[in-house]
């Protein structure tokens, strides 16, 4: 049991409740103190992969059934490792989207269900949010604290779900430079490990294939596979946007009623491997050099996401940001994958951003009884499609959080008055006179 002394100093800063389950991870995090000097107190990360790999792919329900299963005792073994109680969490957050529906579903009604019992705010978090500024809170939670990126900074996003390049001008500041037209870079490795039979369908074992491989020979001996968007031009509109099926439509059409042998399924791997890192790379100095020649050179370059554990971007992407003169980011790898702890962030960021006005307006004092409110009340909805820079209202959804705090407990007062009045109002007796004729009439014409 925590000390009441313990209850009191712990009361004194935020700290966050974090659950992350857009997609394949179910993960916890308890993070405290400012965006400027956070403490990631605990922080559980549950692959499912192994679950969805005799699938050869995600299944939604799999997966959603996966969060249902495991959420509830990941997020009591994270307060029990952080030595917290849930008296001790100041904010609730989860990813509200982008992401699976029935994934996204089962942590914000898990988290606001929580919000509700405990009566604190719940914070509605982009799931892209947390990923744009996980190189900051990288730097920050390393020992000892390193210097993190400066704003603003270019984000290479790339993972399963998403490709993107950003601007992170500054926390709840964004602007999209370029994004992918079809798939996700993470989604082309999964899909190209796949069609070339390697062990496992994901971009980490196409990874360890393509050190063992050869791309000139699979181009001589097969097909030379095409690097995505070479020829954009760029004086088109969209020209920093990224493509990948057409590399994944390559490769199965090429290899497509042939038999290849180990060497070149390794071959493949690398030819692959190196198409797209080619088009990253080529896509990311293309933007910088826009950003520049519209006097807006980033101070920056960060890379973001899943596909950034991949040891040969990761390189690339440092030579290319000397080439810049800029310093190089790139967030340690418990941070790349989908995680609770850059949720926990991104909520702390925006929970920040909130004048201390409008949180005194807005925050719930008194205890209010779960039996007796609908949970529809914490309005904001899953979105399994929310772009980051067009709905991402930071301020509004939190204040509104708050706000839906106090709804609760208003429709649950005004629920106990509307019964006691219906008891009052009812009639013990029928009534003793008979409607008169005039009054049947009157009844008629209205
Ligand atoms: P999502 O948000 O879509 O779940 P994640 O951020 O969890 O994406 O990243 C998962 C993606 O990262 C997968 O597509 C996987 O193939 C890719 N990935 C993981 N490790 C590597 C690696 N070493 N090289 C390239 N891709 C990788
Ligand atoms: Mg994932």
């Not at 790349?336 to 951003?353: F, G, K, Q």
Request: proline share 7%.
């Amino acid at each position: 049991m925590p000390r009441m002394s313990d209850l009191r100093t712990k009361s004194k800063m935020s700290r966050i409740l974090a659950i992350e389950t857009s997609c394949d991870e179910t993960s916890t995090a308890i993070l405290s103190g400012s965006t400027q000097a956070p403490t990631l107190e605990a922080h559980f990360i549950l692959s499912h992969t192994k679950k969805t790999h005799p699938f050869g792919g995600i299944v939604p329900e799999v997966v959603a059934r996966e969060h249902l299963q495991h959420l509830e005792p990941l997020v009591a073994q994270t307060l029990a490792q952080s030595h917290n109680t849930l008296a001790h969490i100041t904010h609730i957050a989860a990813t509200c989207g982008p992401g699976l529906l029935g994934s996204l579903v089962v942590g914000t009604t898990t988290a606001k269900t929580l919000a509700l019992a405990q009566n604190i705010p719940f914070i509605p978090t982009n799931h892209l949010e947390g990923h744009a500024l996980s190189p900051i809170l990288s730097a920050l939670t390393e020992s000892p604290p390193q210097e993190p990126p400066p704003f603003p900074y270019l984000l290479l996003l790339v993972s399963g779900g998403h490709g993107l390049l950003l601007l992170v001008q500054q926390p709840t500041s964004y602007r999209v430079i370029g994004q992918t037209r079809d798939d996700a870079p993470g989604e082309c490795l999964d899909k190209c490990a796949r069609l070339l039979q390697l062990p496992t369908a994901s971009g980490a074992e196409l990874e360890a294939a393509a050190k063992k491989g050869n791309p000139t020979r699979f181009a001589d001996q097969i097909i030379p596979l095409p690097q995505p968007m070479k020829h954009a031009k760029l004086h088109h509109a969209q020209h920093c946007d990224l493509s990948f099926s057409g590399l994944k439509s390559a490769l199965a059409r090429a290899i497509a009623n042939r038999t290849l042998s180990k060497q070149q399924r390794l071959d493949g791997a690398a030819a692959v491997q190196k198409a797209l890192c080619d088009s990253l790379i080529e896509r990311s100095d293309t933007a910088l050099r826009t950003l520049a020649a519209q006097n807006r050179k980033p101070a920056a370059l960060a890379v973001a996401g899943g596909v950034a554990a991949n040891q040969t971007l990761h390189a690339q992407l440092q030579c290319l940001a000397t080439k810049h003169a800029l310093p190089f980011f790139c967030p340690r790898l418990e941070l790349c994958t989908d995680n609770a702890a850059m949720i926990a962030y991104a909520a702390l960021a925006r929970s920040e951003v909130v004048p201390q006005k409008e949180k005194n307006k807005y925050s719930p004092s008194s205890s209010i009884s779960l039996s007796s409110v609908s949970l529809s009340s914490l309005s904001f909805p899953v979105r399994p499609r929310w772009f980051l820079q067009a709905e991402c209202d930071y301020k509004k959804a939190y204040v509104r959080s708050l706000l839906d705090v106090r709804n609760v407990r208003k429709t649950y007062a005004n629920k106990t008055r509307s019964k006691k009045t219906m008891f009052t109002k009812v009639p013990t007796k029928a009534p003793t006179k008979a409607p008169t004729k005039a009054h049947l009439q009157t009844q008629t014409k209205e």
